[in-house]
């Protein structure tokens, strides 16, 4: 299973991006989907989750800005983000903490290889 992050890129402040990530290979079911953010010498934070059925939740700071959706014919997660500021900032990852192989099987867990999103002031 792998996971493709990609749509970032260079804006100015108030602009928007959309970031998606397509799940590849062979699996039962994906599950939940998050998408985390780092910037430089920053931890790791979340920022964004869909659950298999639509339910989403976020963190504060982006929270009326960000919107994530998916489509699970196509194995696909985006990212909405307007009215993006200079403190959002970082690379983009997602994840899914619990792919399956089969119902009856273990959850295994995998990242995407990060997008850069940078905010011009």
């Known amino acids: 299973v792998q996971l493709q992050a990609s749509g970032g890129g260079l804006v100015q402040a108030g602009g928007s991006l959309r970031v998606s990530c397509v799940a590849s290979g062979s699996f039962f079911s994906l599950n939940a989907i998050g998408w985390y953010r780092q910037a430089p010498g920053r931890q790791r934070e979340l920022v964004a989750t869909i659950s298999s059925g639509g339910v989403t939740n976020y963190t504060d700071s982006v929270k009326g800005r960000f919107t994530v959706s998916r489509d699970n014919a196509k194995n696909t997660v985006y990212l909405q983000m307007n009215s993006l500021k200079p403190e959002d900032t970082a690379v983009y990852y997602c994840?899914?903490?619990?792919?399956?192989?089969?119902?009856?099987?273990?959850?295994?867990?995998?990242w995407g290889q990060g997008t850069q999103v940078t905010v011009s002031s």
């Open positions: 994840n899914a903490d619990c792919v399956k192989s089969a119902d009856w099987a273990a959850c295994q867990e995998y």
